[in-house]
C-alpha cells in the first residue's frame, strides 16, 4: 500500500463503480439510512490490496460475484479522501476514509445482486440509477468525492457503452 496513506488519521476504504451497457450504475440503499443510495465500499485489510477488497467487498455486501460477472474497466488514479462531520464520527473509527475507487462494467445486463448472500446486511435495496442523481443526492460530506467519481465514471461510459 501506499507510504504516504494516513493510516493514523483515515481509514483505508475500496469502492466500486457498476455500470451497465446502458451507462446505469448499479446504486444501493443503505440499511441504516432510508432513501441513502451509495456505491459498494468497505475497509481495506492491513496487507491487503485495495483490488482484492474491492472484489472481497462486492461479494460480502451485494452478492455479486465479481470474478464470474464484473469486468475491471479502470483503477482511479489516486486515493480520494473525505472527513466524518465533527461529533459524528462512528465510534472507534478514524476521522474519515480514504478511498480507491474501481469501476466495473457487468458482463451481461441480467447481472443481478443478491442479498440474501450477503455476509453484512449494509444494504436493504438496489436499483440502477443514471450517475447524476447519485451524486446529486450524496450525503454533503461525500458528495466531492462522488462529484470526482462521477466525473471520471462519465468519461469512461462511452467506450465502455460502446464494447
Not at 107 to 128: C, G
Not at 144 to 163: D, H, T
Request: aromatic share 14%; hydrophobic share 35%; glycine share 4%.
Amino acid at each position: 500500500m501506499d507510504e504516504k496513506f494516513p493510516f493514523d488519521f483515515f481509514r483505508a476504504n475500496a469502492a466500486a463503480v457498476i455500470v451497465n451497457s446502458k451507462g446505469q450504475v448499479l446504486a444501493f440503499e443503505r440499511s441504516d439510512t432510508k432513501n441513502a443510495w451509495q456505491f459498494p465500499q468497505g475497509g481495506v485489510e492491513y496487507d491487503e490490496d485495495p483490488i482484492r477488497s474491492i472484489y472481497r467487498e462486492i461479494l460480502e455486501e451485494t452478492g455479486i460475484d465479481p470474478q464470474n460477472d464484473l469486468i475491471l474497466v479502470s483503477e482511479y488514479p489516486e486515493w480520494l479522501t473525505y472527513e466524518f462531520p465533527k461529533g459524528n464520527r462512528p465510534r472507534g473509527w478514524s476521522r474519515g476514509q480514504s478511498q480507491k475507487w474501481f469501476l466495473f462494467k457487468t458482463k451481461d445486463d441480467n447481472v443481478t445482486p443478491d442479498m440474501s448472500r450477503a455476509e453484512s446486511p449494509e444494504f436493504v435495496n438496489w436499483r440502477w440509477a443514471e450517475i447524476d442523481e447519485i451524486v446529486e443526492n450524496m450525503i454533503w460530506f461525500k458528495k466531492p468525492v462522488y462529484e470526482k467519481i462521477g466525473a471520471w465514471a462519465k468519461s469512461l461510459l462511452p467506450r465502455i457503452i460502446n464494447q
